[in-house]
Structures are given as structure tokens and as C-alpha cells.
């Protein structure tokens, strides 16, 4: 039987889509999450997001994960930080 997919199962992932976080990566960390939700059929459990530039430029990329805050996210290490959300949720 399938498990039926619960409010905690889900994860929020929040981009800074201010310019310097999206040139510095965000836009390609992005578009890697969303084809990797696409591809694993993910895109129920993964609300992906965007934010304006909250000030804090010199340490973009900016993310947040279920409100968890990370800095400087190299678009390889998303996926691994998504992973590890889901499988911890
Ligand atoms: S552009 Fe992301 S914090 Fe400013």
C-alpha cells in the first residue's frame, strides 16, 4: 500500500532570487532541484520558492529549508541538503 503523503512530509525550499545570489548560482541550483524533482516525481513533497534580496549579498547563494537558513550553497550541494531534509522530515 502507498504511503499517503502527510503536511510533515513536505518540505519548503526557499531561493533568493536577487540578482547577486542568482548570478553567484542560485539560478542553477535552482534549475538542478527542479529537474531532480521532476525527475524522482518529487514535486508534491517539495514546495520550491522565492524570496527577494534579504541584504545579505556577500554570502549568497542564499537558501532556506523548512525555515533553516544556509549560506553560500554551492548548487551541487543542494540536491544533498534537499535529501537530507526529506529524509529527516
Ligand atoms: S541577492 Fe540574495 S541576499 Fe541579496
Redesign the pocket.
Known sequence: MEKMITNQDIIEVVF?M?????SRGGNRGLSMLQAYLKENDLETRVIVQGRL?????Q????IAIDGKHYRSVDPGVILDLVKHHLENC
Request: with cysteine; net charge neutral; aromatic share 6%.
Open positions: 533568493c536577487g540578482s547577486s545570489c542568482f534580496c534579504q541584504g545579505k549579498c554570502d549568497g547563494p542564499n
